[in-house]
């Protein structure tokens, strides 16, 4: 007998949890700063999650992924436009690695820490999938329907990037003492992050084109993912796949934005294991079977299976 569906109460234990967290975040972070913002920041980015997530959980499967469009826009339209663009706020990777090297600006080193390493032992990707905002402008492209990955190895360039923006900025900052002279919203900084972010989205937009993938500049481009995937390895969450549900249609892996062989890791009653998923849970709402869902627990990931553009899979 399957196994009674979770009350409206209990699909809003998730939702709850993510508020919690990210309002005790800025709860300690106000007590240890003695300033406010950041519990107004936390608070905000919490209370737009839950709301996404708690649409997730309530709306009819085919229009959860609205709940995840939500946040989307709600926490990367929010980090953009009001940090970055209207409080100076750069939260581009370029400025992390300057601000390692200078000494000064906490709040990228802080939003780096929550959401893209020790945030990701616990959530994995969910940053990619739910509050990128530069995968907030690319979901609006028509290329939804993945044709595969490239069969060439072209995730190298992933970390020739952020090797690049590091080594850029230890340039930058030995030749030019550019720590000093672009935080706390001088001229320059902002028109780094301006231009930054333009070029990154041109270069987005111009290989979801090509390529007819609208996720083409996470898979093959963005450095973000280099320190992403090495922790998300260890995710607590990650999706799992009952196969006595499961009809193996296929219509999961046909589907999934990444092009995960999530059928690969069911068979074997393992987690998706790849740290190319990014918990945006489209596996879920195709499934007809209801055989998925997003589950805690501990195992070690970086076992890649994906879907190769014309062929069936291999390890990446
Ligand atoms: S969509 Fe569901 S039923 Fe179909 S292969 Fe995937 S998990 Fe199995
Ligand atoms: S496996 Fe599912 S949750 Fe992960 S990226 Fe693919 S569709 Fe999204």
């Known amino acids: 007998m399957s196994p009674a569906p979770p009350s409206p109460s209990g ?31 936390f608070g905000y980015l919490g209370t737009v999650l839950a709301i996404g997530l708690g649409l ?13 469009r939500f946040t989307l826009v709600g926490v990367g339209g929010f980090l953009l436009v009001f940090l970055g663009i209207m409080q100076s706020e750069n939260l581009q990777i370029e400025w992390l690695f300057l601000a390692l090297l200078s000494g000064l600006g906490a709040g990228v080193v802080t939003h780096y820490l929550v959401a893209k390493v020790v945030g990701p032992l616990l959530f994995g990707r969910l940053w990619c999938g739910w509050a ?12 939804r329907r993945s044709p595969g990955r490239d069969p060439g190895r ?27 002279r672009l935080f706390y919203g001088s001229p320059t900084g902002l028109a780094w992050m301006v231009a930054g972010n333009a070029l990154y989205y041109a270069v987005a937009v111009g290989m979801a084109l090509a ?5 083409a500049f996470c898979k093959y481009v963005c450095p973000v993912t280099v320190p992403l995937k090495a922790t998300a390895r260890f995710s607590l969450l990650k999706v799992r796949g009952d196969m006595s549900r499961c009809n193996e249609c296929e219509a999961c892996v046909k589907m999934c934005p990444m092009d995960i062989d999530i059928l690969s890791y069911i068979r074997e009653g393992r987690r998706v294991l790849s740290t190319e998923c990014m918990l945006c849970q489209t596996c879920l709402t195709v499934c007809a ?16 299976r994906v879907r190769v553009a014309g062929a069936g899979e291999r390890a990446a």
């Not at 390529?211 to 996720?215: A, G, P, T």
């Not at 589950?295 to 990931?301: A, K, P, Q, R, V």
Request: a positive charge; proline letters at 4%; charged letters at 20%.
């Open 211 to 215: 390529l007819r993938d609208n996720r």
């Open 56 to 68: 997730y959980a309530l709306l009819p499967r085919k229009k959860r992924q609205w709940g995840r």
């Open 11 to 41: 699909k809003l234990v998730v939702p709850g949890v993510a508020a919690a967290f990210f309002w005790g975040l800025g709860l300690l972070a106000w007590r240890a700063s003695g300033f406010v913002q950041p519990l107004v920041l």
């Open 154 to 180: 072209w995730e190298w360039l992933r970390v020739a990037h952020f090797a690049a923006s590091a080594l850029l900025m230890v340039v930058l900052w030995a030749a030019f003492s550019y720590g000093d």
């Open 132 to 143: 990128c905002w530069t995968l907030m402008v690319l979901d609006l492209l028509p290329f």
């Open 289 to 304: 079977r209801d055989a998925l869902k997003v589950s805690l627990g501990f195992d070690i990931g970086g076992d890649e």
